[in-house]
């Protein structure tokens, strides 16, 4: 094996390889933590695989930028991943290297100097990555960026727990001019919509479910590309191949494997266009001063065993505010003024006053969380009757630059007083 190249080019693409082999992996994948390299007559192909997810990168040896790029001799090599990146990162990045393997290393020399060298170990063994699928049933064409922001914006609502895999997935939906981003744990989900002329291009709606596992690497690497735009593909398992889905962008496939294909997602617009009888618009920065105030009465002592924290709130409509405490040892009552409330159709509630509910704390944290840095922005928080889920909307925002609207909205479950006794006895998180 032996090839020259340009060092900033190979850099570059090493990056989200190198993250695919290193970061949230399998340990114990035999894989892990390695690289192999490809070299062909046409092509340098560069391969790694964490356990979870597969990438393949390629550089042609045709004129590339400022790629230089030549296959002296065919062949392949499996080295640690990291130390293949510092010893490629100690060349300068104008310079073009020479890279060939002697009996037991890769060496790595400047062009017309090999008296200069850098050496790596060999592995024995390549890595095992998975055979790419030569036909799919679904395909997509989405924006980069909004792949990337919307991943992020719904990724810390992927459920935890393994005994429920269907919430162990991000969906993205795809429809034309609007993509939906959800995840959830089945008592509380976010939703993320972009609507755009030029966002995507598809044939007819789909919708694709990334695996936990893979939603960070998804992000690292999408976020280290320029393409414009990402393909993805779905194939499912074969005789020869198994199930895979694949982004393609750049020269770069990156393969997610090991997922449940059998899962399929709820349907969240059953909430989202639900009729609620109590509408009520309030300030982010009111229910941030309210929601600190509960989450001090969740002392350590409290923490240390286990116990479950709720926060009860009732909307006092002929005062024109939410109220919002916590009755523990250490106690909160603090007030969330309206800024607007409308009523229709209202429900009598099981006592008889006012519209209230009672959710895990950690749900409104998240609600005061998720509110655009130095805005004051105004919510929309929909109720119902007191086994509903609470639904909660954010502004639409537009992007004059791309064209774009979009929109961010959170429901989750109301518990019972009888829910609330019963999680704490056991002592575990929800």
Same mark, same amino acid.
């Given at each position: ?42 092509k ?90 030569? /036909?799919?049933? !679904? ?9 990337? =922001? &919307?991943? @992020?914006? *719904? ?7 393994e ?53 960070k690497?998804?992000i ?15 194939? /499912?398992?074969? !005789? ?9 962008? =750049? &020269?770069? @496939?990156? *393969? ?78 603090r ?16 006592? &008889? ?9 950690s ?10 840095k130095?805005k ?7 109720v ?26 959170l ?5 019972t ?14």
């Amino acid at each position: 094996m032996k090839f020259k190249i340009n060092v900033k080019q190979l850099a570059k693409v090493l990056v989200p390889v190198i993250d695919i082999a290193t970061r949230d992996i399998d340990k114990d994948y035999e894989g892990a933590d390695k690289i192999m390299l490809r070299p062909r007559l046409r092509k340098l192909i560069i391969e790694a695989h964490g356990g979870f997810s597969s990438i393949f990168a390629s550089i042609p040896n045709k004129a590339y930028g400022e790629v230089e790029y030549v296959c002296q001799e065919m062949g392949h090599a499996t080295v640690n991943a990291k130390d293949l990146l510092c010893a490629i990162d100690s060349f300068p990045d104008d310079k073009v290297i020479l890279i060939k393997c002697d009996p037991d290393n890769l060496v790595i020399s400047p062009q017309g100097d090999e008296n200069e060298f850098q050496t790596i170990p060999l592995f024995v063994e390549n890595i095992p990555t998975p055979k790419i699928a030569k /036909s799919y049933e !679904k395909c997509a064409r989405v924006d980069r960026k909004v792949l990337t =922001e &919307g991943l @992020k914006k *719904v990724e810390f609502a992927i459920g935890f727990v393994e005994s429920m895999p269907e919430y162990l997935v991000a969906n993205l939906e795809i429809n034309n001019n609007c993509i939906r981003f959800v995840a959830g744990t089945g008592a509380r989900f976010a939703i993320y919509d972009v609507k755009s002329n030029n966002i995507t291009k598809i044939d007819m709606s789909t919708s694709f479910l990334f695996p936990k596992g893979n939603i960070k690497n998804i992000i690292r690497v999408l976020k280290k590309t320029s393409s414009e735009y990402v393909t993805i593909k779905q194939a /499912s398992a074969t !005789k020869s191949t198994p199930a895979q889905i694949i982004l393609e962008f =750049e &020269g770069i @496939k990156l *393969v997610l494997v090991d997922f449940d294909t059998a899962i399929t997602y709820k349907d969240v617009n059953r909430i989202l266009q639900r009729p609620f009888p109590y509408t009520f618009t309030s300030k982010l920065a009111d229910w941030k001063c309210a929601v600190a105030g509960v989450e001090a009465t969740y002392n350590q002592e409290m923490k240390e065993q286990n116990m479950h924290h709720y926060s009860h709130v009732t909307a006092n409509l002929e005062n024109g505010f939410f109220a919002v405490g916590s009755d523990n040892e250490l106690k909160s009552n603090r007030k969330v003024p309206f800024v607007s409330c409308s009523v229709a159709n209202p429900v009598e509630e099981q006592d &008889g006053t006012n519209p209230h509910f009672c959710c895990n704390t950690s749900y409104l944290a998240e609600m005061v969380k998720m509110g655009a840095k130095g805005k004051n922005e105004e919510i929309v928080i929909s109720v119902e009757d007191y086994n509903k889920p609470i639904l909660v909307r954010y502004p639409e925002k537009e992007n004059k630059t791309t064209g774009s609207t979009s929109q961010f909205s959170l429901f989750f479950a109301k518990h019972t007083p009888s829910y609330i006794e019963r999680k704490n006895q056991h002592g575990h998180n929800s």
